[in-house]
Each structure stands twice: as C-alpha cells, then as structure tokens.
C-alpha cells in the first residue's frame, strides 16, 4: 500500500502521487494562525493533525517543504489593534509568539517556512494586478478592488470546487466588506480594501490607493510565492473551506490562468471540527480552552498532543477532561513500557520489527488511520509487557522494540518524557543553534552548545534532526 489521502476536491479518499515527477518533493501549505489572541484547542487540533500530516508524509519517504502562514492583518486584529491603540506590529508580536511556543509545547515541527502577509504585501498587489489585468477583478471608486466570480466563470473556470454551491440562491454582485460572511451569501468577495478612518495606521500605498489586502488573497499570495503557482497539499480547518479556501483558488488559478487539468492546489485536506464537552466551544458556554489554560490545569503538551493525536482528522473530536485524563493515563502506560525496555535494553543498538512498523504504516497510509495505528501500538504494547513479565524478552528483543518506537514516534511525534520537557529557553538556544550551523557560523553554534550544556542539556544529533536530552 502506498500513502492515501482525502481529497475534498475529490470528496473521496485518492492515491497520493506528488506533482514532481521524481515522487520526491511535495509543496505542503497550511493556513496558519490570526495572530489577535492565543490559539485555542480547537486551532490547535488542526495544527498538530497538519504536524501529523508531514510528519506521515515524511515517514512514507516523501522529502516535504512545509509552509505555514501567519495572518498578521485581517478585520479582527485591526479591531483589537484600534481598541488596545497600540501599532500593529507590536499588537501582534506577542500572540505570534505565543503560537510558536504553544506550537513547541505540544512537539509540532517548525514548518520551514512562516510568512507573514505583511511582509507580503508587493506579492499581494502584483496578484490583485494581474487579476484586473485579466479582467476578473475590478476597482470601486472608494479605492477598493473586488473579485468578480461572474467573469471568473465566464472565463471557463468552476467556483465551486471544494463545496457544492447553489448560485440561485446566491447574491451574487453583492459586494461584501468583511472577511467572515454567511456562508449562504457568497459574494463578489474584497481583494484589496480601501483605507477607512478606523483602519488607524494599518495601510499600505497601491496603485488603487491606500489600503490593506483582504484575508483570503493573502494565502493565495504566500502559498504561491513560497511552493509556485501549483503545489500538491493545502490543508485547514473546515471551517476555512468555504469561503476561504474557495477563494484561494479562484484567485489563484484565475490570476495564474492555470491550463485546463492543472490546478492551483492538487490536493485539499480538511480537518473536522473540535468540540468540548459535545458542544461548540464558546466563552460564552464557559468551555473555551487554550493551550495555556490546560496547561495551567496542570496537563503537559506531551498529554494534550496524545490526546489530539487520538480521533481521525475526519471526524470531529469531542474533547472532554475525562478524554484528557484517560490520554494521560494511556500515555504512561507506554512510557512505562519503554522505560523497562531501555532497562532491558542496556546500549544494544537494533532496528525496527518490520511485521509491527509495516502494520503500523499500513494503517498511517490509510488516510492516516490514527485509531488503527494505535491499535497496533497497544497491541504490541500489551505483547510486550506480557513477554516482559513472563521474562521471556530477550536483550536484543527490547533493543528491537526500542527501535520499533523510535520509528513509530517519527509519525507520532510525542518523544520520550525527558526530550520534551526541555524549558523554552534551552529549546530557543537550540533552535538559534541550527541556525549558526546552517550559516556555517560553529564559532556561535559552539557557543550556544555550552549553553546549553551549561542549562543542564546535551544536543544529540538524530537522523531526525538535532534533541535535547537531560544531561
Ligand atoms: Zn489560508
């Protein structure tokens, strides 16, 4: 079996064959956070379900360029810019980092790529440009610029690829001024806004006037610029399927004018809703959680990403305390279990089982079937304490085992307890580490090294990259 993935465009399950013909390289972009507030559990859910994403696809052999974006202008944030009075910049520097440790926390990846629509603003305009070029944008006279789905699809192109729409019912013409709208008015949707008095400071010069982009012709932008104007996996929220992702591709492939079978995005992976307690998550019903709350709670990152790593990305996800609590309780019964084979284990180097790790892939590439591949982990798990209490497991058998985690962890990503619990600090002076090595700066990068040995941790280099282990 090879790796398949739902495909909303598809709306249905398909073989995943990456556009490059070497099979290789894969474009991989996810929507990334508004920087207003601290992400909540339910941003979060889709931030380590596109975590487990790459990390299957690189597990499956795939050589991935993960990007994700950071919203750092859009209504919300210049609403909360306009009421704290404070500069956009450093309104949202705080929640941007804020994101990137609770994206730490809970062991996802640093995607290799983190633009800002900020810093993206040229590539924006030159976008919104070659949409009026090509006659599927046009200027209002306050300034603004609209993108016309009526001449879109009058130049041959679907809007409708990822949901079904009903265009009678849709308003179409009616010009819509706020990024989230009512899904059942889909509309002429804004690419570029014209400056209005609230916008305080937040604006940009353009050919069009001083203005701001509009939140969907951002993506489009960023995900072009980093991975070209066709790449293979996009992934959000559902939530973000329409009108955002939507529009992506109606900017993009009309800006692009891509030839017919070629498509902005190949594939468009969605992940379902969170709920907490079986309702909607709101402040207002009192289960609004972020990562920071349930940390305050007293659950580790660790816990919190098991957790998430629990349900299908399909499915939604009921999160309740009690699912908390029996993750934290599943979770020490495998570090248990690893602990007494590492005993056993003493150096002895070995590989994988290759009966369990094909199991366990068989299940990964199946959609990532989480559900199935944690029941491979249990079994095997509940196999080996067997064999430990019998005394029946062997030196080599637990170095085997050992390994046999150390592979599955590649998708799972929850390490060891001691790898993940370093300090932010001592995570931050690895991550500036890696970057004097890569500018060929050792002189820094061993000065960093001591550091870091001096807070207590060694750096271990792993085919997976670099680890912090307690010294
Ligand atoms: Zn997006």
């Known amino acids: 079996m090879a790796l398949r993935l739902h495909n909303t465009l598809a709306r249905s399950v398909e073989p995943f064959v990456p556009l490059d013909p070497s099979g290789k390289h894969v474009g991989f972009y996810c929507c990334g956070p508004t920087v207003y507030d601290f992400g909540h559990i339910g941003n979060f859910r889709t931030f380590v379900c596109a975590d487990l994403a ?44 804020a994101f990137f440790e609770d994206l730490r926390r809970l062991s996802c990846l640093q995607p290799h790529l983190t633009p800002r629509a900020t810093e993206y603003i040229p590539q924006i305009i030159a976008l919104v440009s070659r949409l009026i070029e090509r006659g599927i944008a046009y200027q209002t006279s306050d300034g603004s610029v609209y993108f016309s789905i009526e001449r879109y699809q009058s130049d041959g192109r679907q809007y409708g690829q990822l949901v079904t729409l009903n265009f009678d019912e849709m308003r179409v013409g009616d010009r819509v001024q706020q990024d989230e709208y009512a899904k059942e008015t889909a509309a002429d949707f804004a690419l570029w806004k014209a400056r209005v008095p609230e916008d305080g400071s937040v604006f940009w010069p353009s050919p069009w006037g001083e203005g701001r982009p509009g939140w969907h012709i951002e993506c489009s932008a960023m995900s072009m610029d980093a991975l070209g104007s066709s790449f293979d996996l996009h992934l959000g929220g559902e939530d973000l399927m329409f009108p955002h992702h939507e529009d992506e591709i109606a900017q993009s492939e009309g800006a692009c004018a891509h030839s017919p079978g070629v498509r902005f995005v190949k594939y468009w992976v969605h992940v379902a809703h969170l709920l907490v307690e079986g309702k909607k998550m709101s402040k207002s ?43 934290r309780a599943s979770l020490a019964r495998i570090d248990e279990c690893l602990e007494k084979l590492a005993e056993r284990a003493g150096g002895t180097r070995a590989t994988a089982d290759p009966s369990v790790e094909k199991e366990f892939r068989d299940a990964i590439e199946d959609d990532l079937n989480v559900a199935a591949a944690w029941g491979v982990v249990f079994t095997w798990v509940k196999n080996l304490n067997k064999a430990m209490s019998e005394g029946g497991l062997t030196q080599q058998a637990a170095a085997t085992a050992l390994a046999t985690w150390e592979r ?50 060694v750096i271990e280099d792993t085919p997976q990259g670099a680890k912090l282990k307690k010294a």
Request: hydrophobic share 40%; glycine share 8%; net charge positive.
């Open 285 to 327: 019903l009192g289960n609004f959680f972020t990562v920071r709350d349930l940390m305050a709670k007293g659950f580790s990152g660790r816990e919190i990403r098991f957790e998430l790593l629990r349900s299908h990305y399909r499915e939604n996800f009921n999160f309740t305390f009690d699912g908390l609590a029996g993750a």
């Open 408 to 457: 599955i962890d590649q998708v799972f990503g929850l390490g060891r307890p001691a790898e993940v619990a370093a300090p932010d600090e001592v995570v931050k002076l690895l991550e500036a580490r890696q970057a004097a090595r890569k500018a060929r700066d050792f002189k820094g990068a061993d000065s960093l090294r001591d550091q870091i040995k001096a807070a207590g941790w």
């Open 54 to 97: 790459r990390r299957a696809l690189e597990f499956c052999g795939f050589s991935v360029r993960h990007v994700m974006n950071i919203t750092d202008v859009e209504d919300k944030i210049i609403r909360r810019v306009r009421e704290t009075g404070k500069e956009l910049r450093d309104y949202t520097r705080g929640y941007e980092e």
